[in-house]
């Protein structure tokens, strides 16, 4: 079973969309690019990968933790989702 | 002039490195791996995007911010940095 | 009924030593203390109130969402959840 | 010398509503509020933090580290900085 099977697809766009972005990147510093400029393609590329973070939270949070839950083995399930949480929001 | 030519090679090997990862998380989403796997790698993704922001805000302030400050408009500049560092730190 | 029961005492401690951690920034502001100083206990109150905020994730989690999902509307809460994740995961 | 001097003023007007904040969110915890309500209250918070942080960083690298790089020790003034941005970009 995988928990995010409707976002699958959604979730695979997106991070080849970053693949891209970080590409870009890399051909920014190659060719010289202005720093800010150069910055500001890599504050964009991080709030793509949080939204690709909070994407994979929410399916996991409404498949796996919901069943967990519904399986009486809730807290666990929690508790792992606070420990990844927990590397996200510092 | 490049600011973060002594950088260079350094942020575009971490680049190759990032673009390697979000790669790798890719082929978790496709294989349906399970979500906290996933999460773990796109947290390691989002701490080396934020690495390589703060090697390139380090190469820009020691580099362009300081030559605008020996040329007397430091303060545009600082203004220019704040304005990046903002999408940083929110 | 308050879901974050078990640990009111502890946010409510840990809130009372923020509140003094701020109170601390303040006076040395009022003082003219050197910036740096200043800044990083400016990020250890981040730090505590994102600890707060995390603690709190996980009460609600596992109180009022897990509430929620045994009574078959989880999903509703789990969006909500996300909403507010999003304000912290930016 | 002060250098956010001419800011202090406004920095500790924030602090001060800060401290309110963290005040208020205490009072939300020992009422019982719901907990969305009150993590709302905790991500105003930070954002306001963050807010100060950038103030003071802005401030600084205008006064002291600008002061420093026209005496010529620019580069120690920067090393500082970024171990402190370390701190809030994570």
């Known amino acids: 079973m995988v928990h995010y099977g409707d976002r699958k697809q959604e979730m695979i766009t997106r991070l080849k969309k970053i693949?891209?972005?970080v590409r870009g990147v890399q051909k920014m510093v190659e060719d010289?690019?202005?720093?800010?400029d150069i910055l500001v393609?890599?504050?964009a590329?991080?709030?793509?990968?949080?939204?690709?973070?909070?994407?994979l939270l929410e399916s996991?949070?409404?498949?796996?933790?919901?069943?967990a839950i519904h399986e009486d083995h809730g807290d666990e399930a929690i508790d792992e989702l606070m420990e990844v949480?927990?590397?996200f929001i510092k």
Chains 1, 2, 3, 4 share one sequence.
């Open 32 to 36: 010289g690019r202005y720093c800010v």
């Open 19 to 21: 693949e891209g972005q």
């Open 85 to 87: 949480m927990n590397k």
């Open 41 to 43: 393609q890599i504050a």
């Open 45 to 55: 590329i991080r709030s793509a990968i949080n939204k690709v973070g909070l994407t």
């Open 60 to 67: 996991h949070t409404k498949g796996c933790v919901t069943k």
